[in-house]
């Protein structure tokens, strides 16, 4: 089955710093990745779609110069929170599309961010 | 307005019992995917089940089934014969136009605790 891995699971980093997270998918290509943020006890919410080999398309809200998508090749997505504030500290899933035309997006188990 | 609707912040369900959380739905799309994920203390998002608008038959995988009420646009995920590892948050979402490469869009949640 497809398989998406996300790295690092955990990442604590000072305020101003900046943060990459990785989305590979492993025994896929996923031309179309999705980036999505949860806070404590809330649901998911979608920060943007990222398609390979052009730019990201973000939702409403969301500062694009603050968190830069990458996603040079079909199998791998990069999320940077750039310049991170307590703020941002979140947990932060991607997922992709299986190929063949599956119907259920996979995720990756997600980033645990804190920013001191 | 919200695209999909969990009334039930919390449920409690004895262990071996069945328990249905509820999901309802707005979309003017004639195509669209409902799925049920669970979220366990992990962060993680398991896909448990997908029903397809188009589907006539309500979508069953081992304990789950999904109760596809298209008229009344919801779609109840039933457990049955509920285990201690069955606690965990539960999600609803929904993919439009299902034909292309849409994200999921979920649902705030129901947090389900199994009582032994």
């Known amino acids: 089955g497809a398989v998406v891995s996300q790295h690092p699971s955990w990442v604590i980093c000072k305020s101003g710093t900046s943060v990459k997270i990785e989305c590979r998918s492993l025994?896929?290509?996923?031309?179309?990745m999705f980036w999505y943020r949860q806070f404590p006890k809330q649901s998911l919410m979608l920060m943007a779609t990222s398609n390979e080999g052009s730019k990201a398309t973000y939702e409403q809200g969301v500062e694009k110069d603050k968190f830069l998508i990458n996603h040079a090749s079909l199998t791998l997505s990069t999320l940077t929170v750039t310049s991170a504030h307590p703020e941002d500290s979140s947990f932060y899933i991607c997922s992709a599309r299986g190929d063949g035309g599956a119907n259920v997006l996979t995720f990756g188990a997600g980033s645990r961010l804190t920013v001191l | 307005a919200q695209k999909i609707t969990q009334t039930q912040p919390g449920m409690f369900v004895q262990e071996k019992e069945a328990v249905t959380l509820d999901c309802t739905y707005d979309t003017s799309d004639q195509s669209y995917g409902l799925f049920w994920y669970k979220q366990p203390s992990s962060g993680e998002m398991i896909f448990l089940i997908y029903q397809g608008s188009y589907d006539e038959q309500n979508a069953t995988e081992g304990r789950y089934s999904l109760n596809f009420q298209k008229a009344r646009k919801s779609a109840n995920l039933v457990i049955s014969a509920s285990q201690l590892g069955d606690s965990a948050m539960y999600f609803c979402a929904m993919r439009e136009a299902f034909s292309g490469n849409t994200p999921l869009v979920f649902g705030k949640g129901t947090r389900l605790s199994v009582i032994a």
């Open positions: 025994d896929f290509q996923a031309t179309t």
